[in-house]
């Protein structure tokens, strides 16, 4: 038992010592080669990994049957590869932006309405005493909670903890470093209702499906959804405000930050939940409809469960 343990941690070193030198390495290069390769790898994974490729034309398909043809559909889906990668890049390259000292000069260089607009979720969040903030995987989403830190909201993050420690820190020590803090998903609701009492925000990514969800419509059809930030809205009295970030160029970004969903009145909770699960899903559905490519596709988005309960109309 004890060589085995010793052979794990050593695994685990190996790879955050290999994820830590590419990194390094990686911030080196110019962007306009970042860009290329993200493109190169983003071609090479639609092509030889059929299994993602064919979730993503499937899940275009169901979104746009009736609205792009089937050039359009096969554009969409192998772009979205393309952004997969370069999310990823960008957020290696990022982290030197929020690491200076004049991070927010920096910060409207991406984009000069973006600082503008993370104001105003830095308002909500004020005047509600925490929020909960949702977004989907879109653009670089990942960006998102260092420009949170940056306004001065403070943040808990909802996260699948990583199986190697070493890495886990590596990934978001930028996170841990400003302010901001990152919880295991399982069993998260008790710390997010403690969250939200403390007058902290929550950030979640909530558009993937999940055992557990409800079915709402999300582009015209039933989707599995998680109704954890509707029941927090409730039972917290708290809004919840759909985020996202994505890019018009080189490290250029258009942030989105949407009107408040404020839990009302109603005579059955399980309808309110419904109706703001709903109203999540739609505001979500209008953010990828323009940038359609950015999303990420390649999950099984209608994946559909046993016991899953539908939304009566």
């Known amino acids: 038992m004890a060589n085995k343990a010793k052979k794990g941690r050593l695994l685990q070193l190996i790879e955050y010592g290999a994820a830590y030198l590419f990194i ?5 290069l110019p962007f306009h080669v970042t860009y290329r390769l993200s493109s190169i790898l983003g071609n090479l994974l639609f092509r030889f990994v059929p299994r993602r ?4 034309l499937d899940n275009v398909r169901k979104a746009f049957a009736s609205e792009k043809t089937e050039a359009e559909i ?3 889906a192998r772009r979205s590869c393309q952004s997969l990668f370069l999310t990823a890049f960008e957020v290696m390259k990022s982290q030197k932006v929020f690491r200076s000292s004049d991070v927010m000069e920096q910060l409207r260089k991406t984009n000069d309405d973006l600082e503008e607009l993370f104001l105003k979720a830095k308002k909500i969040h004020d005047e509600a005493n925490g929020c909960i903030f949702v977004t989907p995987h879109i653009g670089n989403w990942e960006l998102l909670p260092s420009v949170s830190a940056v306004v001065g909201i403070p943040l808990v993050m909802v996260a699948r903890p990583l199986d190697n420690p ?9 996170r841990t470093a400003a302010g901001q803090m990152v919880i295991p998903k ?6 997010l209702q403690r969250t939200l009492q403390q007058g902290k925000s929550i950030g979640m990514l909530t558009d993937q499906s999940t055992m557990k969800g409800i079915l709402v419509d999300f582009f015209g059809r039933k989707a599995s959804t998680t109704p954890v930030p509707a029941v927090l809205a409730i039972t917290k009295n708290r809004p919840i405000v759909v985020v996202a ?3 018009t160029a080189d490290f250029r970004f258009e942030g989105f930050v949407c009107d408040p969903i404020w839990p009302g009145k109603y005579e059955h909770e399980k309808d309110e939940i419904y109706r703001i699960t709903q109203e999540i899903n739609w505001q979500m559905e209008a953010i990828i409809r323009k940038y359609p490519e950015q999303y990420f596709w390649l999950h099984n988005r209608w994946k559909t469960y046993a016991g899953t309960k539908e939304v009566m109309s």
Do not use: G, P, Q, S
């Open 186 to 191: 399982k069993n998260a609701m008790f710390v």
């Open 245 to 247: 970030c994505c890019r």
């Open 53 to 56: 490729r064919d979730i993503a």
């Open 166 to 174: 070493y890495l886990e820190k590596l990934f978001y020590e930028n």
């Open 24 to 28: 390094a390495l990686f911030r080196l």
């Open 74 to 76: 096969t554009d969409i």
